[in-house]
């Protein structure tokens, strides 16, 4: 099983199709089958995870010479958000090309945000490992150029907190709540994870080393994610 159609839209040949195999492969695959199976993405993920953080990293760094280290980590954060992985992973239609147990595949696998945003960092892993540095910063480069084009575009030093209020008070009275929702770490190096809710459901996430700076990079998920949001169904009508 070579996956053309999918190698054909990502516009990477795999030389080593055990590879691109590997990353499509759930977890749940395994369960199912018991020992007998350990052949899934979970490890890829872990690697893909870290090759995409270098990339954007030396990305962002590049684009931004003058922005303190702050701001990169926010605006890092914030392409390697999970709605923004799921995001990509819906252009190349992951979720189509993944291989699910039978139990995942009828909960709705497919079109689960944490199966696609792991498959994508699965897909990049498998992508370094076959090709090297030079191949996954040209996949990188390829499948993010609207969000970086988007973040050109808006320049970081906006107030992500204060223009997501005003947007969404556009449509209703009821503005953003953020919820610090995990803290880990000593007390000199602490990790903080949070989300933003509105009207009772969850709009963004984010983390960072304050909770200021989680709250902040939950609002930029927020506002990448704000045209699907406002328009789904039982969203208020704006004013």
Partial sequence: MHFQKLQKIIGYEFKNHELLLE??????????????????????EFLGDAVLQLVLTDRIFKLYPDLPEGKLTQIRAHLANRHTLYKRAQAIDLGGHLMLGKGEEASGGRERLSNLADAYEALLGAVYLDGGLRAVRKFVFAQFAEEFQNIKQTTPRQNPKGRLQEL??????????YRVVHESGPDHSKYFEAVVEWEGREIGRGNGSSKKQAETVAAEAALASLPEITAQPGAPAPH
């Fill in 23 to 44: 990353a499509l492969t759930h977890p749940s695959i395994a369960h199912e089958r018991g020992s007998e199976c350990n052949h899934h993405n979970q490890r890829l």
């Fill in 168 to 177: 969404l008070q556009a449509h209703s009275p009821n503005g953003p709540v």
